[in-house]
């Protein structure tokens, strides 16, 4: 089974579970803003989730200089997640504090 990993600024941490990973990536990195409206955001799968599903293609490549490849990869990674991903689960632990 393939394991998912965190690669936020060079973090190799590798998970079983895509879950982990996201609660990793909301709790043990910094949140960041988004370019295009200023939003703060977890960073890694949110931050992917967010650029996505608020603006289009075009706002997000101006806003970080993207290269089609690079939008590619995210939408890639963000079907990836979304496949596989039990979101209740996520949501109740970080609510939840059990993170």
Request: aromatic residues 8%.
């Given at each position: 089974?393939?394991?998912?990993?965190?690669?936020?600024?060079?973090?190799?941490?590798?998970?079983?579970?895509?879950?982990?990973?996201?609660?990793?990536?909301?709790?043990?990195?910094?949140?960041?803003?988004?370019?295009?409206?200023?939003a703060?955001?977890?960073?890694?799968?949110?931050?992917?989730?967010?650029?996505?599903?608020?603006?289009?293609?075009?706002?997000?490549?101006?806003?970080?200089?993207?290269?089609?490849a690079?939008?590619?990869?995210?939408?890639?990674?963000?079907?990836?997640?979304?496949?596989?991903?039990?979101?209740?689960?996520?949501?109740?632990?970080?609510?939840?504090?059990?993170?």
């Amino acid at each position: 089974m393939p394991r998912w990993e965190c690669d936020i600024e060079g973090d190799d941490r590798q998970f079983d579970r895509v879950e982990e990973l996201i609660i990793h990536q909301s709790v043990e990195h910094d949140r960041i803003e988004c370019k295009v409206c200023g939003a703060i955001v977890p960073d890694g799968y949110f931050a992917i989730k967010h650029a996505f599903d608020e603006h289009s293609r075009a706002e997000y490549v101006r806003a970080y200089d993207a290269s089609a490849a690079q939008v590619r990869r995210r939408e890639q990674i963000k079907e990836s997640v979304e496949a596989v991903a039990n979101m209740s689960e996520v949501i109740d632990r970080l609510e939840g504090g059990e993170a």
